[in-house]
């Protein structure tokens, strides 16, 4: 059984990153994305580098039930995956039968249980070992899209400006609109006719213009539930899992446990590990589930990871 290691020596960062695992008790077999979780889980704790962050980008939960958290909690009882854990919330994390106000308050009782910290909002930031990890998240019901707010906004600008240069992480569950084939690749059908769809929605641009004022930003989003697309379907199609644009890269996760189309791997499962070092980022997507590096699917210049030197 393949262990996770670093690409080279040195890393100053590790952090392992899944999204959209939703964990569901209506689930026709709700131990499915049990399943695909907790395995992500314990590949990391067998990781031959212990992992620093064990990251989520939303929909933890297909809707943010009590019966749902407690699932998901269950499945981080089993392993120790990390030293720190956080769980950006998703659109589906957000929904509930008891209205939006209890439903994020779960959320936040939920995730500061699992990740044993104290936050009263769904945005929020945290330095690991000298890097910053920043985590957006909608302060109201906003359906499908991200609502983050001018507060919210401006606090990313500070985050970013704090972060001086260095490598600077941002999770937020939606990409940028337009990013990695949307609204395209939206759903299979590709019945999408609003170019927002898929997408943060009405807030795309100004979140764009305050992560291209800075330097060295890595924007990971998941949502979409697109397989894992590389260079090739860069060329061919337009669009890829791993985009980058103005200095800024734009990273779009596959769902871990929920299906998904228009990949080159459409497997569950997957996620990816980043690899800080002194001079260079490199992003390696995983198969969590089999234990395996993707081989496959070439991401840049030929090689089955991205590799970007810090600027
Ligand atoms: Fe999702």
Not at 13 to 21: K, P, R, W
Not at 104 to 127: K, M, P, V
Request: a negative charge.
């Amino acid at each position: 059984m393949g262990k996770t290691a670093p690409l080279y020596h040195n890393a100053k960062l590790i952090c392992a990153v899944t999204s959209d695992n939703h964990i569901d008790c209506q689930h026709p077999v709700p131990k499915v994305p049990m399943w695909f979780l907790t395995q992500s889980l314990k590949d990391c704790e067998r990781s031959l580098r212990p992992v620093d962050a064990y990251v989520t980008i939303g929909d933890t939960t297909s809707r943010g039930s009590q019966r749902n958290w407690e699932l998901a909690a269950a499945c981080f009882k089993k392993a120790n995956p990390a030293k720190h854990i956080f769980l950006t919330v998703g659109n589906h994390d957000l929904w509930g039968d008891d209205g939006f106000e209890a439903v994020r308050q779960r959320y936040l009782t939920y995730s500061n249980a699992i990740c044993g910290t104290d936050h009263t909002e769904t945005w929020f930031s945290h330095t690991v070992n000298g890097y910053k990890l920043i985590f957006l998240g909608n302060t109201q019901d906003a359906g499908c899209e991200a609502h983050l707010g001018e507060e919210q906004l401006a606090w990313l600008q500070r985050e970013l400006d704090e972060a001086g240069g260095k490598p600077a992480f941002v999770f937020c569950h939606q990409s940028l609109n337009g990013r990695h084939g949307l609204p395209r690749t939206w759903d299979r059908e590709e019945s999408a006719t609003d170019p927002m769809e898929g997408g943060i929605g009405t807030e795309s641009d100004k979140v764009e213009a305050i992560l291209k004022a800075h330097k060295n930003v890595f924007y990971f989003s998941g949502h979409s539930h697109m397989g894992l697309c590389g260079e090739t379907r860069k060329q061919a199609e337009g669009y890829a899992s791993f985009e980058q644009e103005d200095g800024v890269t734009l990273v779009n996760l596959p769902s871990l446990a929920c299906g998904n189309h228009h990949g080159d791997d459409k497997s569950m499962g997957i996620g990816v590990i980043i690899e800080v070092y002194d001079d260079r980022v490199v992003i390696r997507p995983r198969n969590f589930a089999r234990h395996t590096m993707n081989r496959k699917v070439m991401i840049k210049d030929g090689k089955p990871y991205w590799e970007q030197m810090i600027e």
